[in-house]
C-alpha cells in the first residue's frame, strides 16, 4: 500500500530524527537520494547540462547539494538563484567546490533553455500558493528538459492536492521521507509526473492522511467462493436502474454487478426487457424493490429518472436493512435525514457535478479540492462517499484514511462507466465487504479492466467484461 501522510506530520518526523543526527545529515540523506534519481533520469551524468531552480530554504539547498553530486560526476551545473541574499549557503558553497556556477534569476533563463535536466528546487512542501512571477520566466524556459520536482512540484499544495494558481510541471517528483497527500490527488498529482520515494529514515505513524491501495491489498479484499457456497452466500445484488428513456443504464449496472461476482442479480424497474434479454440470468420482479426477495445490497439510481415511481423505488430501498449504493438520479432524490437515520451501511458514488450539488457548491470548487470535498460528503452524510475523477477518491464517515484509486484513465470518460462502476461495487457489498473497502476495490478493477483494453476508445460494456480478467490477475498475484 502507497501511504501519504500531512506536511504536519513530516516535518514532527524530521525534528525528531534531526535531533538523534549529526547537524545537516538529514539534507544529506536527501540530497543523495535526489541526485541517484537525476542521475538515473538522464542515463549519462558526464557532460550533461543541469539546471537547478533553487528558492531559500531547505528545499533549495537540497538541489544545491544534489547539483554538487552531480557536478563531482561530470555534469555541467547552473543554480538560477531566485533568492541570493536567502539561499542556502552550505548548499551553494558545496555546489561552487563541485565546479558548479550560480547566476541570479535574472540571468537565468539561458542556462534553463540549454539544460537537459532542470530540477525544481523553488519551493517546498510549506509552501502555499502559485508561483511568484519572478519564477514563471524560469519554468516556461524549462519546458524542453526533463523536470524534476525535489520533494513537491512547486506552486502545488502538498496536503489537499489544490493548485492555485501557476505551479511547475514535473515528469518525476523526488520525494522524500513519505508521500504527500498532493503527489497522488488530481489536480496536483497532474503536476508531479512520476512520483520516487527516497528513504531517509523518518519514523511515521501507523495510520497516514491518505492510502492508495495495490494489487495485493486489493486480492485480499476479494471474495472467494468456497465449495459449499451458494448463490446467497456470495452475494445477491438488488438493482433499481433504468427507464423509458434511459433503459442501457440498467443494464451497464447488471453487468457491473455479473461480472463482479455476484451470485444472482434481482433486478426491478421498467428495462427489464432490454435486462432480460442481454442477462437471461437476471431475476426480474414488476413490484417494489421490497418485493423482489432476498438481497445482500442494493444498487439505486443509474438512468432511474425523477419521477414519483423513481423517488418511491429509492424510499423503499432505503427502508431496507442492507447496504445500499446510490448512484446517478439516486444522488438527486435523496433526503439527508433518511441516510442518517439508516442502520444499514450506505455508499454514494457522485462526479464532481453531483458532488456539488450535495455540498451546495461549485463544480469548480469540488474538482479544485477533491480532498475536503470527499470528507465532507462522508461526514455531512454519515456514509462512505467515492467521489469520481481522474484520482477517484473515497472517504466515510469514521474519518479513516482516504483511499486513492490509482488505476483510473481518461478514456473511462463514456457513457455507462458509471453504471458498471456501481454495479461492480454493489456485487462486493453483497459478498459483505464493508462500504469501504467495496468501494476502494470496485474502482481499482474498475480502472485495471479499462487498462486492460489500450490506449484506445473504449464502452463501458467492454470495461464490464474485463473485469473478470483483472479480477484474475490481481487474486493470483
Known amino acids: 500500500m502507497r501511504t501519504g501522510f500531512s506536511v504536519g506530520t513530516v ?9 538523534e543526527l549529526p547537524e545537516g545529515a538529514l539534507m544529506q540523506r536527501a540530497a543523495a537520494g535526489l541526485a541517484a534519481a537525476c542521475a538515473g533520469l538522464l542515463g549519462r551524468v558526464y557532460g550533461a547540462r543541469v539546471a537547478l531552480l533553487v528558492g531559500s530554504g531547505d528545499n533549495g539547498g537540497d538541489a544545491l547539494f544534489a547539483g554538487a553530486r552531480l557536478a563531482r560526476r561530470g555534469a555541467g551545473v547552473t543554480a538560477v538563484l531566485l533568492a541570493p541574499e536567502r539561499t542556502h549557503a552550505g548548499g551553494l558553497r558545496a555546489l561552487r567546490a563541485a565546479g558548479g556556477r550560480a547566476v541570479p534569476a535574472t540571468a537565468g533563463v539561458p542556462a534553463v533553455e540549454r539544460a537537459d535536466l532542470v530540477m525544481d528546487g523553488i519551493v517546498g512542501i510549506g509552501g502555499t500558493g502559485g508561483l511568484r ?22 506552486g502545488v499544495d502538498a496536503d489537499t492536492g489544490e493548485v492555485r494558481g501557476d505551479a511547475v510541471r514535473a515528469d518525476a517528483t523526488v520525494t522524500f521521507g513519505a508521500y504527500k497527500p498532493g503527489l497522488l490527488i488530481d489536480p496536483a498529482r497532474e503536476h ?11 519514523n511515521l505513524p501507523s495510520v497516514p492522511d491518505v492510502e492508495a491501495l495495490q494489487h495485493a491489498d486489493v486480492a485480499r479484499l476479494l471474495p472467494r467462493p468456497a465449495a459449499e457456497s451458494d448463490k446467497y452466500r456470495r452475494g445477491v445484488v438488488g438493482i433499481v436502474a433504468g427507464s423509458a428513456r434511459y433503459p442501457g443504464a440498467a443494464v451497464m449496472a447488471v453487468a457491473g454487478a455479473l461480472h463482479g461476482g455476484a451470485g ?8 427489464a426487457d432490454a435486462v432480460i434479454a442481454r442477462f437471461p440470468e437476471t431475476l426480474v420482479t414488476a ?38 449504493l446510490l448512484d446517478a438520479d439516486a444522488l ?18 457522485p462526479h464532481a457535478g453531483e458532488a456539488a450539488a450535495l455540498l451546495g457548491l461549485t463544480r469548480e470548487e469540488v474538482e479544485s479540492s477533491r480532498l475536503a470535498s470527499v470528507r465532507t460528503l462522508a ?56 462500504g469501504m473497502d467495496a468501494a476502494a476495490a470496485a474502482a481499482y478493477l474498475h480502472g485495471l479492466a479499462a487498462r486492460s483494453l489500450g490506449a484506445a476508445p473504449l464502452t463501458a460494456m467492454g470495461v464490464a467484461e474485463g473485469v473478470r ?9
Request: net charge positive.
Open 11 to 19: 516535518r514532527a518526523a524530521e525534528r525528531a530524527l534531526m535531533a
Open 133 to 154: 512571477p519572478e519564477a514563471l520566466p524560469l519554468v516556461r524556459a524549462a519546458e524542453g528538459a526533463l523536470v524534476v520536482a525535489v520533494d513537491l512540484p512547486s
Open 192 to 202: 508531479a509526473g512520476a512520483p520516487h520515494l527516497v528513504d531517509i529514515g523518518l
Open 264 to 271: 444472482a442479480v434481482r433486478y426491478t424497474g421498467p428495462a
Open 287 to 324: 413490484g417494489p424493490p421490497s418485493a423482489a426477495g432476498r438481497v445482500q445490497s442494493w444498487v439505486v439510481g443509474p438512468g432511474l429518472g425523477d419521477d414519483p415511481a423513481a423517488r418511491r423505488a429509492l424510499d423503499d430501498v432505503l427502508a431496507s436493512d442492507v447496504p445500499a
Open 332 to 349: 438527486r432524490l435523496l433526503s439527508p435525514d433518511t441516510l442518517r437515520a439508516r442502520r444499514a451501511g450506505t455508499v454514494l458514488t
Open 379 to 434: 461526514a455531512r452524510y454519515g456514509v462512505t462517499a467515492l467521489l469520481k475523477g481522474s484520482t477517484t477518491l473515497i472517504a466515510d464517515a469514521s474519518g479513516s484514511p482516504v483511499r486513492v484509486n490509482p488505476t483510473g484513465t481518461g478514456w473511462l470518460a463514456t457513457a455507462g462507466s458509471g453504471d458498471v462502476l456501481s454495479g461492480l461495487a454493489g456485487a462486493l457489498l453483497a459478498a459483505g465487504l464493508r
Open 469 to 477: 480478467g483483472v479480477w484474475r490477475d490481481v487474486a493470483v498475484g
